[in-house]
């Protein structure tokens, strides 16, 4: 059954909205922990706001690569479907008698 152009739409909207999220959780990630200078005990304390940040930060890198992937799965699907639909399309342009 042949899908719409707007399911199409649909799934090329929610492979967007996923890499958005995925870029923003990448930004939380850097801002939370690869922007901080650790000491060895895994601690950074900011004299500024008085507040000791851990090594915890780390947990922002899961949800970013996981929105990454469903993004590039979503994303290759929508490829895939328009080569097949286009290969269908040109195979019956081209078995027509004419």
Known sequence: MPRSP???LVGLGLAL???AASAFFFWV???R???RDFNELGRFYD?????VYTTAGMVWV??????LLMGIVLLAIGVRRARARKA????????RPG
């Open 6 to 8: 707007a399911t199409a």
């Open 88 to 95: 269908l399309a040109a195979q019956a342009c081209s078995s």
């Open 29 to 31: 990630w850097y801002d």
């Open 47 to 51: 004299a500024e706001c008085q507040c």
């Open 17 to 19: 909205v996923s890499l």
């Open 33 to 35: 922990y690869l922007s």
């Open 62 to 67: 899961m949800p970013a690569v996981g929105f």
